[in-house]
């Protein structure tokens, strides 16, 4: 039994309607998306502990002999060029609270 023109095509018709998917329903994630982007990503955040609190002096302290460490002044070219730009050898302390993992501790002066 043969079909007809007409019935293949509405065969065809409704078999293409049934492959089609329906919109998704609209959501807000234009401005989830924008409010992500405004965000630094979640490995450039500070911790809340670390917001809230005065760094640990022992971190600090820890960070600060690394940079000054003889291993670090071999490959620190910044360090080093300051440290022999000085007559008696010294570092200005706001040159090491410049750095970024003594801002992300929010190291002081102090």
């Given at each position: 039994?043969?079909?007809?023109?007409?019935?293949?095509?509405?065969?065809?018709?409704?078999?293409?309607?049934?492959?089609?998917?329906?919109?998704?329903?609209?959501?807000?994630?234009?401005?989830?998306?924008?409010?992500?982007a405004d965000q630094p990503?979640?490995?450039?955040?500070?911790?809340?502990?670390?917001?809230?609190?005065?760094?640990?002096?022992?971190?600090?302290?820890?960070?600060?002999?690394?940079?000054?460490?003889?291993?670090?002044?071999?490959?620190?070219?910044?360090?080093?060029?300051?440290?022999?730009?000085?007559?008696?050898?010294?570092?200005?302390?706001?040159?090491?609270?410049?750095?970024?993992?003594?801002?992300?501790?929010?190291?002081?002066?102090?």
């Amino acid at each position: 039994m043969a079909t007809s023109e007409p019935d293949a095509a509405a065969a065809a018709a409704s078999e293409a309607a049934a492959k089609r998917k329906e919109p998704e329903p609209a959501t807000d994630a234009p401005q989830e998306e924008k409010k992500a982007a405004d965000q630094p990503p979640e490995a450039k955040r500070p911790k809340v502990a670390a917001a809230t609190a005065s760094p640990e002096p022992a971190v600090v302290k820890k960070q600060v002999e690394y940079y000054l460490s003889d291993e670090n002044l071999r490959h620190d070219r910044f360090f080093s060029e300051k440290i022999a730009g000085d007559t008696e050898g010294w570092l200005d302390m706001s040159l090491i609270l410049s750095c970024n993992k003594m801002k992300a501790m929010r190291a002081t002066k102090e």
